[in-house]
C-alpha cells in the first residue's frame, strides 16, 4: 500500500504538459504506449520501457502488444523544430514581400495598359470619324465621276453625230476643195 502511495504522488507531480505518465514503478518518463501482454496485463509505458517489455516478450515468447498513445498529439518542440519554423517563417515572409513587390510591378503596369487602351479609343473614335468623312467624300466623287461619264458618253455621241455630218458632206459634189488630215492650204508655209 505504501509504494501505490508513492506512485500516486508520482502522477500528482506529474507535469500535466507531458500527457500521462509511464505506469513503471520508479518511472518518471511520459508514457508513449498502451502496451497489452496476452495474458491480460495492460497499461501505459515510455519509449524505453517499450524497448524492455519487447526484450521481455521475446525472452518469456508471450506476446505484447504495443500502440503509440495520441500519435496526433503534439510533443513540446523541440529546439530543431522550433528553429527550422522559425526559418520556414523568414521564408514565408520573404516570400510575402516577393509577391507584394511583384504586385506592385503588375500594379503599374496595368495603369500603364489602361492609359494606352484608353489613348487607343481615343484614336479608335477619330480614325471611326475619318473614315465617315472620307466614305462621305468617296461617295461625292463617285457622283461627280458617274455625271462626268454621262456628259463624256454625250459628248462621244455628239461627236460620232458630228464625225458623221462630216462624212456626208465629203461625199457630195464639190467637196474636192476640201483638205485632207496634215494637208496644207496652198501658200502656207509648214509649221517648224
Ligand atoms: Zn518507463
Known sequence: ??????????????????????????????????????????????EQHQ????????????NCQFV??????????????????????????????DYKNRNASLYEQNRQLAGQVQALTVREAESGAQLRDMRATVEKETKAADTYRRRNAEMVDELTRLRLLVSTEDTQPGAGSRLGPGELPPGTLPPE
Open 1 to 46: 500500500m505504501a509504494e501505490e502511495t508513492e506512485t500516486t504522488g508520482e502522477v500528482e507531480d506529474f507535469d500535466a504538459t507531458q500527457g500521462q505518465p509511464c505506469d513503471v514503478d520508479g518511472c518518471d518518463k511520459a508514457a508513449r504506449f498502451t502496451y497489452t501482454w496476452d495474458w491480460g496485463q495492460t497499461g501505459v509505458c515510455c
Open 51 to 62: 524497448v524492455e517489455f519487447g526484450q521481455k516478450s521475446q525472452t518469456l515468447k508471450r
Open 68 to 97: 503509440a498513445l495520441n500519435p496526433g498529439a503534439e510533443a513540446p518542440l523541440e529546439r530543431t523544430e522550433r528553429a527550422q519554423l522559425k526559418g520556414e517563417c523568414y521564408a514565408l515572409e520573404m516570400e510575402i514581400t
